[in-house]
């Protein structure tokens, strides 16, 4: 098996694109394959090297490697140019003048274009031969097969008139050049493959096996777009989505795995995956789904590791302690820190209405009582905490909440926060009781 990932250098690696390369990634690797890596570069005002670089980019954090490439089309136009050329001389292809406007109208008035070509012998754009009987069949693993009557195609423009070649002769070339065997893309290419199979005959290839993947959409059935959240790969990683969950949610957005299992590891995916199980519905984006799959991958790494990408995420050190009592209560990266952050920037000072809630009056009492049942602890671990608090709440007759929300405003300025009593102990005994004492004096 050769497949190939062709992105257009236009932007950033969108989701779909994301999705599309995976799909070619683990088909790849399912079957021992290889992957080929080509930039569809020929838009040269859109194409840009920065653009190359953030596809590049995307697919690094991802983690989908390739084998070969990245191939860029534009350095391949001598070789379309020779194909070109090739057709022109094999009666496959003919220089024509006639316009779009000429086959529309023509068309109009016969139903068909066939018979009409505005061959000329003095230049003009180069069209394939479209044969006047008879059918394309496009074979898809996806769709199954449809076949197109040459009846009612249009003979495609595959050069300019300056001998630039178009997109559909010079994806098809790519792919014969390259020897690929399984062409796997979005469903919007599809009216595109009866084109390029026409190339491939008139060039006397086989026909490749075509899998065209459904659109995605939002939650709320539409296509998808940046209104349904992040639109590009860099927005995942930005989110603090993990490259893990994101391959493991995508691979699932139209296609199934044989046990309906959610959450399957890169390895597991890649064992189990073929193309024939893609289905044709279209898939829905959801990434409140994202977020929960996202989470269920944060809890199961180890400390350690979570740690260490949190820290290259925030850009801050020393981050393990808060790590391993922030873990439960996270979904992203990027929910880290403003969690836990005061942790080590103090309480916040932009949370009024926390403030006023639970440090004015019984809030203010029942901070007080418990500074006083801290203070003189010996041991300042979790349980040691958690008895003298416990006790304070028993002795004040309230509801737990009336003792630890004021605690809680009082050492991070708001009513969030990593559990109560594995935060104080975190603080330690001075610092906890210095953010006591200072809520208490500006109450």
């Not at 969108?14 to 570069?41: P, S």
């Amino acid at each position: 098996m050769r497949v190939r990932f062709a992105p257009s250098p236009t932007g950033a690696l969108h989701i779909g694109g994301a999705r599309t390369a995976l799909y070619n990634w683990l088909a790849a690797r399912h079957d021992g394959g290889t992957l080929v890596l080509r930039i569809e570069d020929t838009d040269r005002e859109r194409s840009t090297p920065e653009n190359v670089e953030q596809i590049l980019d995307a697919l690094r954090w991802l983690d989908l490697d390739w084998d070969e490439g990245p191939i860029f089309q534009t350095d391949r136009q001598d070789r379309h140019v020779e194909v070109i050329e090739r057709l022109l001389a094999d009666g496959h292809a003919y220089r024509s003048t006639a316009t779009a406007d000429d086959v529309k109208a023509y068309k109009e008035r016969h139903g068909h274009d066939r018979g009409f070509r505005g061959e000329s012998e003095d230049g003009g754009a180069v069209r394939l031969r479209v044969p006047d009987q008879g059918a394309t069949v496009v074979r898809d693993v996806v769709r199954g097969e449809t076949a197109f009557q040459h009846v009612h195609l249009d003979d495609p423009v595959i050069a300019r008139a300056d001998g630039t070649p178009l997109y559909n002769l010079a994806v098809a070339v790519d792919d014969l050049d390259a020897g690929i065997t399984h062409v796997v893309r979005g469903d919007d290419h599809y009216s595109n493959t009866p084109k390029q199979l026409l190339v491939l005959e008139a060039l006397g290839a086989t026909q490749p096996v075509y899998c065209h993947l459904p659109l995605l959409h939002g939650p709320d059935g539409k296509k998808l777009s940046k209104r349904h959240g992040a639109a590009s790969v860099q927005e995942l990683r930005d989110a603090g989505f993990l490259p893990e969950a994101v391959r493991n949610y995508l691979a699932l957005l139209g296609w199934g795995a044989a046990d309906d299992e959610t959450i399957l590891s890169t390895e597991e995916l890649v064992r189990q995956f073929t193309l024939e199980r893609v289905q044709r519905n279209p898939a829905r984006f959801d990434e409140k789904k994202l977020r929960w799959m996202n989470g269920q991958y944060i809890r199961a790494l180890g400390v350690d590791d979570l740690t260490a990408r949190l820290e290259a995420f925030t850009g801050r050190e020393g981050l393990r302690g808060a790590v391993e009592i922030s873990r439960e209560k996270i979904q992203t990266l990027a929910d880290f820190w403003p969690l836990a952050g005061t942790i080590f920037d103090g309480p916040r000072d932009d949370d009024a209405k926390a403030r006023e809630q639970w440090l004015t009056g019984e809030g203010r009492a029942a901070l007080a009582a418990a500074r006083d049942a801290l203070a003189p602890l010996d041991d300042f671990g979790v349980d040691q905490v958690d008895l003298a608090l416990r006790g304070v709440v028993d002795t004040l007759g309230v509801k737990p909440k009336q003792v630890f929300q004021p605690l809680r405003v009082a050492l991070t300025g708001t009513t969030i926060s990593p559990g109560i009593f594995e935060m104080i102990a975190l603080l330690g005994r001075d610092e906890t009781l210095r953010r006591i004492d200072a809520a208490l004096a500006s109450s």
